[in-house]
């Protein structure tokens, strides 16, 4: 599977590890930033991987960043872009069948690693569901005022 990832210095470490264990699994993980630990601002990481994800629809994103709320602010601020910030394994769950979110968001200074991880395998794990849920995902579509923005 494709990721691109992307975080805040607050973000920083969990987005590492969090990468790592997508890339222990197998997957190709491209990491748009930021790689140090020098205060930065979120939303030009977020919306990077928002782009990158919108132009790309077999790709996941992840994004991380103190509390997970500002980045995936930034994510859905691109047409395509369907970024839910989770907090465990049955918010992630949801996220993905019953939204089809495509972006992943949590946050360092909220949950830890461990829970993060599991979430995170849970995005990767489950699927769409479709069914009723695909008319909600077409309206969120329908949201968008231009694709790519």
């Given at each position: 599977m494709k990721w691109y990832a992307g975080s805040d210095h607050a973000g920083l470490a969990l987005?590492?590890?969090?990468?790592?264990?997508?890339?222990?699994?197998?997957?190709?993980?491209?990491?748009v930033g930021t790689t140090d630990e020098a205060s930065v601002d979120y939303p030009e990481y977020g919306a990077e991987v928002g782009r990158r994800v919108a132009a790309?629809?077999?790709?996941?994103?992840?994004?991380?960043?103190?509390?997970g709320i500002g980045i995936s602010i930034a994510a859905n601020k691109v047409a395509g872009a369907r970024c839910?910030?989770?907090?465990?394994s049955f918010t992630a769950e949801m996220a993905r069948t019953h939204n089809d979110a495509n972006i992943i968001a949590l946050g360092a200074r909220v949950i830890g690693a461990g829970v993060a991880?599991?979430?995170?395998?849970t995005f990767r794990r489950v699927a769409f569901e479709g069914g009723r849920h695909q008319r909600r995902v077409d309206q969120l579509g329908a949201l968008d005022t231009s694709k790519g923005s």
């Open positions: 987005k590492r590890h969090l990468v790592a264990a997508l890339r222990e699994l197998g997957d190709d993980v491209v990491d790309d629809p077999n790709a996941r994103g992840l994004v991380v960043c103190g509390t839910a910030l989770v907090h465990d991880e599991a979430a995170l395998s």
